[in-house]
């Protein structure tokens, strides 16, 4: 039965007329030494290098030709370019050089440009002697290679799922990379010979899901994804399946508990807006200028850590109704007299100094968040909304609330608190910490403990 079928099919496929190409366009330029041809269907060309003289030889297999015989005489060391049907199924384009110049044929690129298009670039000719073109006279047809054209794949959506996140293309993915990349402290995915389709969104990971941040760029002919997993996450095995392509997650994320609260805090979506209230706040970024602060894993530097973060949470405090204060908002040095004196100037109702922490080099292991206060009482109750909404938002360690004697806490004379972000000598804290969108996420949330305070206590 299945013999039969075959033969069948065998003998119908004999009786289909060959589908012919036509040769659309072709056109040589001089200034280029390049010819470049189209033709109406797919075709593949074999490319021959023959001597005396020199010529290339470019056969288009099932091609047809509207004029049997095309001739473009050229000046210099390029004699003509021919075009000819040769018979009905076979049209040539033949580039034929001067007798007294010849071509290096492995230096023919022959390249398809799109699956209807082709080029083919000639180094520059050479001058050849008379002995030298007797000598080659009975040399053999040497074939050029031909390099076709290879569509990209396109990239059309990323989903994040539970624990997987998924890619879809329009086409099954292969030559996929992927692993840790230590520059940028993420897990990269490479996908070559990839393009992102047009209006393509990168999704956002969700506050308290299981990626941190998510990055889809195009690097040339590639598309790189950046991911960073929440902690207590690793990346498993990428799994191919059909179209899409899918990393699991695999671990649990570490959810720490804050202390039992007399109110939850909000979602961190959903600030609240304290207009009425009429607070005023100071940020105080540490560091800056001259002093980098602390410098961490891969000369990772304090002061650029604690800038953004205090910007942007400068920038959400605003938009939530409260007035802000900062004491330096660009990369500039400033003593600890000026920022007190700036706070209590101002008469603000609650100073908040933002750090990040070190510890020595060889400690990679001590990562977390700590929040200081040094007058009980209010300061304290400030300093305990801050952590407690950085630990539910970023899943980190809980290195305490703490009192200390900070000069910038004890000469302030409003609640002040001075956060410790993470430490960049921590390998889990400085991959974070050196994230943007990570940073954006404490700023949320250091702002989501001030606002709460702000709620709950004016
Ligand atoms: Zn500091």
Redesign the pocket.
Known sequence: MSSLVGSLAGALLLMLPAEAAKLQSWQFDRAQNQLSFTTDEPVQPRVQFLKNPARLVIELPNTSLERRRVRQNETGAIDEVEVRREDDELAQIIIELDNDYTIDPAQVIVRGTSSTGWTVQLPQPQPQSRSQRRASRDQPAVAVAVMPYVEAATLEAIELSGNQVILRSDRPLSDYSSGWDQATASYQITLPKTQLARGFTTPRPEPRGSLLSLRARQQETSVVLSLVPAPGLQFGALEASGQTLALNLTGAAQRRLGQVNRSPLPPLDQLPNVASKQIKVAIDP??GGRDP??VGIGGLR?TDI?LPVGLKLAEILRTQGVEVVLTRQDDREIDLEPRVSTANRADVDLFISV????ISLSRPDVNGIETYYYSTGAAKVLAEAIQESLLDATGSNDRGVRQARFYVLHHTQMPATLV?LGFVTGAEDARRLSDPQYRDLLAQAVARGVLHYITQNF
């Open positions: 540490g560091h602060g602390a304090e604690v750090h990040a922490n070190a410790e």
